[in-house]
């Protein structure tokens, strides 16, 4: 008797429904950052330069970025997700950019859980000084990757986070740190930057089809619909 075949259907289905969820959040995010004239979320933040010194893996993931141990400069912009004032909560966001020979790198994390399920889950906090994970996992040769920055003692001069990564939904394994300048970047400490993480990858990253399908309608119609050349002048600039 022939081995039965698993049937296509559930990834199919699974696909269509990323794909709906994907078109209706970018067009909900799109109209909404038309509405706003700025960006739907993570409307107001700073932007620093930074720092990531990564250790190099024990276990290798294939992932050059994380494998090999050196420094890699760059920007972090953060910011909070609805633009809500303090002390109000709010989902806390970092956005982190890197200039690699390889080309951009854009990873963006966001306050979490950091348990095997809580860190899929956004949570608003009331400082940023929480953990934060990407949320969302990438496709590496050796299975699904989620990062997680934590934040330590920091000094007047510069803020620091420990870099961790996780196979999936396994254990977090300490990779490396992120330092930025306290002070923003000038003139401007929010100059127009758009963070792409679906397709500025690290190098032997991919992103899961299913992910792609509900993530990349966002940034599309947030780019068309609110360009930074409709943006409201920043105050004082």
């Given at each position: 008797m022939a081995p039965r075949v698993p049937s296509p259907v559930p990834a199919t289905v699974a696909r269509a429904a990323a794909a709906a969820g994907g078109q209706l959040a970018g067009v909900a995010l799109g109209a909404f950052g038309r509405v706003r004239r700025g960006k739907p979320l993570h409307p107001r933040g700073t932007v620093h330069e930074a720092v990531l010194t990564v250790w190099g893996a024990e276990r290798p993931w294939q992932v050059p970025l994380l494998d090999e141990a050196g420094e890699h400069h760059g920007v972090v912009r953060v910011?909070?997700?609805?633009?809500?004032?303090?002390?109000?909560?709010?989902?806390?966001?970092?956005a982190l950019r890197l200039e690699e020979p390889t080309g951009r790198v854009d990873l963006l994390l966001s306050t979490t859980g950091v348990g095997p399920l809580t860190r899929?889950?956004?949570?608003?906090?009331?400082?940023?000084?929480?953990?934060?994970?990407?949320?969302?996992?990438?496709?590496?040769?050796?299975?699904?990757?989620?990062?997680?920055?934590?934040?330590?003692?920091?000094?007047?001069?510069?803020?620091?986070?420990?870099?961790?990564?996780?196979?999936?939904?396994?254990?977090?394994?300490?990779?490396?740190?992120?330092?930025?300048?306290?002070?923003?970047?000038?003139?401007?400490?929010?100059?127009?930057?758009?963070?792409?993480?679906?397709?500025?990858?690290?190098?032997?990253?991919?992103?899961?089809?299913?992910?792609?399908?509900?993530?990349?309608?966002?940034?599309?119609?947030?780019?068309?619909?609110?360009?930074?050349?409709?943006?409201?002048?920043?105050?004082?600039?």
């Open positions: 910011s909070r997700a609805a633009g809500l004032p303090p002390p109000l909560p709010d989902v806390r966001g970092l899929f889950v956004l949570l608003p906090r009331l400082t940023e000084r929480r953990p934060m994970t990407t949320l969302l996992p990438v496709r590496t040769p050796t299975g699904p990757l989620l990062l997680r920055l934590t934040p330590v003692a920091s000094g007047a001069a510069a803020r620091t986070w420990l870099l961790a990564a996780a196979r999936g939904s396994g254990p977090w394994e300490p990779v490396g740190r992120l330092v930025a300048t306290t002070r923003p970047v000038r003139p401007d400490p929010d100059p127009p930057l758009r963070f792409d993480p679906v397709r500025h990858l690290p190098a032997g990253v991919s992103q899961y089809p299913w992910v792609r399908l509900a993530r990349d309608p966002s940034y599309v119609r947030s780019r068309q619909w609110s360009p930074p050349s409709r943006w409201r002048p920043r105050q004082g600039a």
